[in-house]
């Protein structure tokens, strides 16, 4: 039988010595691939995550003192699959404790502040999920590979990320930060599927191959921005892409992973339960 | 075989001679109990549902000119199933496309605005599907009950709710409004379980038994409400709630109709398709 692993999902965490060309974007370390298994392995926790979302939502909506919160982050290039994770890894959680938040390209009102202006209103709550597809890391991506901000003000950033992202997890907020690492082949693949299938033109954008020319600035960027802010509270982890459903299973458990680290009981009652009881009976 | 139709789920809807008192709600209409029929028919048309509300997403994303959106708003006494409605119908969907938002007690902020000005903000997006867990109704339900504001505010209210719901169906907002209707019975029993399940103290507040002592009243401001503010643009339906999954089925068929109605399409290519294609290859 082939096992998914906590650790293997743990393993792509990227440290101090991360290189990203060292990371195969095809590869499936941990596990095999087999149909069965993976569909076994991808909902073998499922009534476990259940519970403790709805522990975590429950603990929020009752102001237990010391909850947490859980913050995704999702990056990766075009058609890396941030939106097909976002999908098959939530749509078996509660909708109501989640905020799926997309980060497009700034608004005119968003430039003129700084950069973390328009992230900050949608931290997670205490007892909420949240997602961002995309993120204040485009501010060190495009905005480096691009050259839309000065290198002091990058260097900046890196800093000023690290800092918005240990205050955060001070609140005992829990954040995972996953790159989707698709190979360049991939993409091609995937572009060319999106414009060959007219019910998939909408999810094409000729910017895309602008922004393709630039594989390797970006790749660089990538790396800089990770291990620079790759942290014991806030990690980045690399996660190979070219094969979807491998990708998913693996930010499913760094999910669960996240949640059980919350160590949650469900809330204490604070009412009189045996005359609430009474009373119920008697109404 | 037991088929679940369009037409059960319609005929829950409000009109001009709706009496409360002749819902049962107990009841199951169109349907008879039988597990596996119930499976079949609530699953029936996932694959539908599914295409219906990416190409809404995808509509909105690619701002196409007339593109609608999809409210629901979702009301009841306590334990009536809400969350239970919000949990199973809209699961399977995209959680990107979904905007859940719960009202509670206004704050006192909120208190010193319009009663819809807190609501406001919560119009879905084009493309979007918005729920309303509780919603504007309760300033027309728990207010009028409870006092909470003169006669003559209550009565203006009902006009300013047909002209809010008015204003937003005219951009193509197909509004469906849900009372889950349960009996007394049904929810004693449910309060006395949240009660005796240490795991469901969180899901109970005394002051649920206060309300409960106020059931006529309620009933009384929920016709009311209905009646008053089921238009052709916004109806109401009021949907048997002491067989829970009866009352999921009921809904999930009214959103399907909701987007059915919306009649559309895959967004066209806004680039030269071929041309693309030529870049993307030699890319």
């Given at each position: 039988m082939d096992k998914f692993t906590m650790e293997e999902a743990r393993s792509h965490r990227v440290g101090p010595?991360?290189?990203?060309?060292?990371?195969?974007?095809?590869s499936t370390p941990g596990f095999e691939w087999d149909k069965e298994a993976w569909e076994r392995e991808f909902h073998e926790h499922d009534a476990e995550l259940d519970e403790l979302q709805e522990k975590l939502y429950a603990n929020g909506r009752s102001k237990v003192p010391g909850t947490g919160a859980v913050l995704l982050v999702l990056q990766g290039m075009d058609t890396a699959g941030k939106g097909g994770v976002i999908r098959h890894v939530f749509?078996?959680?509660?909708?109501?404790?989640l905020k799926i938040k997309a980060f497009g390209a700034p608004t005119a009102e968003e430039r003129?502040?700084?950069?973390l202006w328009r992230v900050r209103p949608h931290e997670p709550a205490v007892g909420q999920i949240a997602v961002f597809?995309?993120?204040?890391y485009e501010d060190v991506l495009i905005q480096r590979v691009r050259h839309m901000a000065p290198p002091e003000e990058i260097e900046r950033r890196y800093d000023a990320i690290v800092e918005f992202e240990r205050e955060m997890a001070s609140r005992n907020v829990r954040i995972i930060k996953v790159m989707l690492h698709i190979s360049q082949d991939f993409q091609k693949q995937n572009l060319i599927e999106r414009l060959e299938d007219p019910d998939k033109h909408?999810?094409?954008?000729?910017?895309d191959l602008d922004e393709r020319e630039l594989w390797d600035e970006y790749q660089e960027a990538y790396e800089i921005a990770m291990k620079r802010t790759s942290t014991d509270f806030a990690p980045w982890y690399c996660i190979p892409g070219d094969r979807k459903k491998y990708a998913r299973m693996a930010v499913k458990y760094l999910v669960l992973d996240a949640l059980r680290s919350l160590n949650m009981s469900w809330p204490p009652a604070n009412f009189n339960v045996e005359l609430e009881l009474e009373r119920a009976k008697k109404s």
């Open positions: 010595d991360f290189s990203l060309a060292d990371v195969d974007p095809t749509n078996a959680f509660d909708p109501q404790a003129s502040h700084d950069f597809d995309r993120s204040h909408w999810k094409y954008n000729p910017g």
